[in-house]
């Protein structure tokens, strides 16, 4: 099919909003059907009774998903207290549901704060992990339930913001591959209890806002989503950017690595840390990671430190 044309063309991000009953597939399909363009993909699948911000990459932004899969993501929701269902939402079979009075807030408080930090989490049988080949969520469909190793997930903050009835709304904070349902049910366990998720909005990805996001109607033309577009080194703004001069961009689209010496850099780098190589109008040419070489600690850090390329644009 024919590549779209605009500003963007070799490849560009956006900011859509995923509806309730869609999957991610779902989304990531209309973004192809309104842009002609085959050349699509998400960057971390959202349940199809969530809703949300959902990043999706066009052409050569592909590239970049597993960079923006590491961005925090903020969550906004409510659970129903006393409700326990096989998927931990309110689309799975209920196994248990009683009336149960709230613990009084600071209890609530308590337990969400007891679930911050790094934890561990069993994944759902409804994730879209694999177990010997096939996804767990598809062994679930066919009531096979297999055993899960816990997993390590960071939970930055998780938020009572209020309680009526049975249904608590709260805030999560998060890292990639932690599950919010599970989170939920954790909840209720600490509480001596059970509780599932009612409804979920996903309303941040790092800098990405729900407010900000596109949706994806169906009179939505191509030069609307172009509009929207974010062209990959702004998508990626929260790392650092290390200008290549012109004479060097070539070489680096070759894959020769620049030595720092040459490039324009914003603040000093550290081992570890990843960086956007920049061309002269701000246009992304790779990705590149800092990393110690072996020799003496005392050394100038342009000497002590390597550059990595990860990525090639």
């Known amino acids: ?5 605009s500003p963007f063309d070799s490849g560009f991000v956006l900011n859509v ?3 309730a009953g869609w999957t991610s597939h779902d989304a990531v399909e209309r973004v192809r059907r309104i842009l002609g363009y085959r050349k699509v993909g998400h960057t971390g699948t959202l349940d199809p009774f ?10 050569r932004a592909t590239k970049l998903s597993g960079f923006l899969l590491e961005l925090t993501k903020e969550y906004e929701g409510t659970m129903l207290y006393g409700k326990k269902t096989r998927s931990g939402d309110l689309a799975g079979e209920v196994l248990e549901d ?17 679930l911050e930090g790094e934890i561990l989490q069993i994944p759902p049988m409804v994730s879209a992990l694999k177990h010997e080949g096939q996804r767990l969520y598809q062994l679930a469909r066919q009531g096979i339930t ?3 190793a816990p997993r390590r997930v960071f939970v930055e903050s998780f938020r009572i913001l209020g309680a009526e009835g049975r249904r608590i709304r709260f805030r999560v904070r998060c890292g990639r591959g932690t599950y919010v349902r599970t989170l939920v049910e954790d909840f209720g366990a600490r509480l001596g209890a059970t509780a599932c998720v009612e409804q979920l909005c996903r309303t941040r990805v790092g800098r990405f806002a729900v407010e900000d996001a596109v949706r994806l109607e169906e009179s939505l033309a191509a030069e609307e989503l172009h509009r929207r577009a974010l062209s990959m080194a702004e998508a990626l703004q929260h790392l650092p950017g290390w200008r290549v001069p012109s004479y060097w961009v070539r070489k ?7 030595p720092w010496v ?6 000093r780098p550290q081992a570890g840390d990843v960086g956007r190589l920049l061309g ?14 072996p020799g003496r600690t005392d050394r100038p850090w342009q000497d002590a430190l390597g550059l990595e390329l990860l990525r090639v644009i």
């Not at 099919?1 to 044309?5: S, T, W």
């Not at 949300?52 to 066009?58: A, I, Y």
């Not at 002269?280 to 070489?293: C, P, S």
Request: hydrophobic letters at 45%.
């Open 252 to 258: 680096l689209r070759e894959g020769h690595t620049p």
């Open 1 to 5: 099919m024919k590549a779209p044309a």
């Open 262 to 267: 040459v490039l324009e850099l914003e603040g």
């Open 98 to 114: 009683r009336e149960l009075p709230l613990p009084p807030p600071p209890e609530l408080e308590a337990a969400a704060h007891g």
């Open 50 to 59: 969530a809703t949300g911000v959902l990043l999706c990459c066009v052409g």
């Open 146 to 148: 297999v055993e899960r």
């Open 280 to 293: 002269a109008e701000g246009d992304l040419i790779a990705l590149g990671r800092a990393v110690l070489t």
């Open 17 to 19: 909003f995923k509806t």
